[in-house]
């Protein structure tokens, strides 16, 4: 969801990219509630992190307090935020779209700060 908030939003003014600790398709539920706000993730998925160098990269964002368990070279990143949000994976519509909003909400003040 981030990553869907990110590319719309943040279109022709940032670079995203999605990764996991490990590869991962992204859950039906969240491609469902993107949806309702007009936004089309069918086709993402979450590469693994092992792709990427961590120079490359000015911000790290890592969702769901997952951070703890990144390597040291991502967070020293100019910028690194572990956003502290509920993991919706097994759960209801509703906490998919509580989350969402959440992501949403973060997504379009990292891009204000940015700017």
Same mark, same amino acid.
């Given at each position: $969801?981030?990553? @869907? /908030?990110?590319?719309? %939003? @943040? +279109?022709?003014?940032?670079?995203? $990219?999605?990764? @996991? %600790? &490990?590869?991962?398709?992204?859950?039906? !539920?969240?491609?469902?509630?993107?949806?309702?706000? @007009?936004?089309?993730?069918?086709?993402?998925?979450?590469? =693994? %992190?092992?792709? /990427?160098? =961590?120079?490359? /990269?000015?911000?790290?964002?890592?969702?769901?307090?997952?951070?703890?368990?990144?390597?040291? +070279? *991502?967070?020293?990143?100019?910028? /690194?935020?572990? *956003?502290? !949000?509920?993991?919706?994976?097994? &759960?209801?519509? &509703?906490?998919?779209?509580?989350?969402?909003?959440?992501?949403?909400?973060?997504? $379009?003040? !990292?891009?204000?700060? !940015?700017?």
């Amino acid at each position: $969801m981030a990553e @869907g /908030f990110a590319k719309t %939003l @943040g +279109e022709g003014k940032i670079a995203v $990219m999605s990764s @996991g %600790l &490990e590869a991962s398709q992204v859950d039906p !539920l969240a491609i469902q509630v993107m949806s309702e706000v @007009g936004i089309d993730i069918s086709n993402q998925t979450s590469k =693994p %992190l092992s792709n /990427f160098q =961590p120079e490359d /990269f000015d911000v790290v964002i890592s969702l769901c307090g997952c951070g703890v368990n990144l390597p040291e +070279e *991502w967070v020293i990143r100019e910028v /690194f935020e572990d *956003w502290q !949000l509920e993991d919706p994976k097994g &759960e209801s519509i &509703e906490t998919f779209r509580r989350v969402r909003d959440q992501v949403k909400e973060r997504v $379009m003040k !990292l891009i204000a700060s !940015l700017s």
